[in-house]
C-alpha cells in the first residue's frame, strides 16, 4: 500500500538526514548551518512519515504530529492498534463492513492537508535561520579601532575601545609584567582579547626560548578557560613563531586563540564568540590585523642572529 511505502520511506530517509545533518553540524562553525539545515529536512521527512503511517494503521493523518517528538513520537504510534489488520481478522475484506468502507474513504482523502503538520517545523525552521543569520553577521565596521599602545610591543584592531588591565605575574622565570587588553562589541556577547607578557630578554635569547615561551601561553589560554586543547598548529608572524589553538571549555564552548613569541615578549590574542562565528570574517580580521612592532621584531631577529 502507497501510505506503507511513504511510511518506511519518509521516516528512514529522515532519521538518515538527520543523522547527516548533527554529524555535520558538530563537525566545525562554518559546517554548522549545512548541518543544521539537513537535521531540519530529516525532521519534517520523519513527521511527513509519521502522518502516512499513521494512515496505513487507520488513523487520521494528524497523528503525524507525533513527529514532533522524534523516535519517541513514533514508537508511540507503532503502539496504535492497526486498524486495518482487525478489520482483515474479522472478515470485513470479503464482506465490506461499515469499518471497511470508512477506511476505504478515509483514504481516498486528499493528504495534501496533512502538510499544515510541517508548519510548525517549517516556521521554527525559519525562527532560527533568522536568529543564526542575525548572529553570524559582522561587526559594524565603524566599531573597529587601532590599538598600539606605548611599548606594548603590538599593533592591533580591536572592536572598541579596549579596557586595560596592568599587573604583574608569578613564573618560573620570577615576576613579569602582564598587560590586558579586551573589548567587548556594542549588543553581543563576545570578547576580543590580547595579552602582552614582558619576560627578561635573555629568556627569549636561549635556544629554546621562543618554543619554552609558546608553552607557557599554551597553559596561560588553557588555564584561563578552564579546558583543554582541540586542536594545534604552528603558525608564522612575518618570521614570529606562533600557534593557533582551538580550546574546548568546561561549558562546551570553543575559544579560538592565537600565541606569539619574540624575544622575552609573548603575546596572547583571545576570542570568545559562538561556534558558528569562530570563522567569521571579524574573528579572521582580528587574527590577520595583528603585527608586533618593529622594534620588537628586529630584536627578535637580532637575538635569532
Known amino acids: 500500500m502507497q501510505f506503507k511505502a511513504s511510511a518506511n520511506l519518509g521516516a528512514g530517509c529522515g532519521i538518515l538526514a538527520m543523522i547527516i545533518g548533527s554529524t555535520t553540524a558538530t563537525s566545525g562553525p562554518e559546517l554548522f548551518p549545512f548541518g543544521s539545515a539537513a537535521w531540519f529536512v530529516g525532521w519534517a521527512l520523519l513527521i511527513w ?8 494503521k487507520g488513523y487520521s493523518g494528524w497523528f503525524g504530529l507525533m ?3 522524534l523516535v519517541p513520537g513514533l514508537i508511540i504510534l507503532a503502539c496504535f492498534p492497526n486498524r486495518r489488520r482487525q478489520t482483515t481478522i474479522r472478515g470485513c475484506e470479503s464482506q465490506p463492513c461499515a469499518e471497511t468502507n470508512a477506511l476505504a474513504e478515509q483514504d481516498r482523502e486528499s493528504g ?3 502538510l499544515l503538520t510541517l508548519l510548525p517545523a517549517a516556521l521554527l525552521f525559519v525562527a532560527i535561520g ?5 548572529a553570524q553577521s559582522n561587526i559594524d565596521p565603524r566599531e573597529w579601532k587601532v590599538v598600539a599602545p606605548p611599548g606594548a610591543g603590538f599593533e592591533a584592531l580591536m572592536p572598541g575601545a579596549p579596557e586595560i588591565e596592568q599587573g604583574t605575574q608569578e613564573t618560573a622565570a620570577g615576576k613579569v609584567e602582564v598587560q590586558m587588553f579586551a573589548s ?5 556577547k563576545e570578547l576580543f582579547a590580547i595579552v602582552a607578557i614582558q619576560f627578561p630578554r635573555e629568556i627569549g635569547a636561549q635556544p629554546d626560548g621562543a618554543e619554552k615561551l609558546l608553552e607557557l601561553g599554551q597553559k596561560n589560554v588553557v588555564d ?3 579546558g583543554k586543547v582541540q586542536s594545534k598548529k604552528p603558525i608564522d608572524l612575518r618570521g614570529v613563531p606562533g600557534w593557533e589553538l582551538e580550546v574546548l571549555t568546561a561549558g562546551g564552548a570553543i575559544v579560538k586563540s592565537r600565541v606569539f613569541a619574540t624575544q622575552g615578549r609573548l603575546f596572547q590574542l583571545t576570542v570568545h564568540v559562538s561556534r558558528f562565528r569562530l ?5 579572521q580580521k582580528f587574527f590577520d590585523a595583528f603585527q608586533v612592532s618593529t622594534e620588537t621584531s628586529t630584536a627578535s631577529g637580532r637575538a635569532d642572529d
Open 184 to 188: 567587548k562589541p556594542s549588543g553581543r
Open 67 to 69: 513527529g514532533y517528538l
Open 130 to 134: 533568522g536568529f543564526v543569520a542575525s
Open 224 to 226: 584561563a578557560c578552564r
Open 112 to 114: 495534501r492537508r496533512y
Open 279 to 283: 570563522a567569521s570574517a571579524d574573528v
Open 49 to 56: 512519515g509519521c502522518v502516512n503511517y499513521a494512515r496505513w
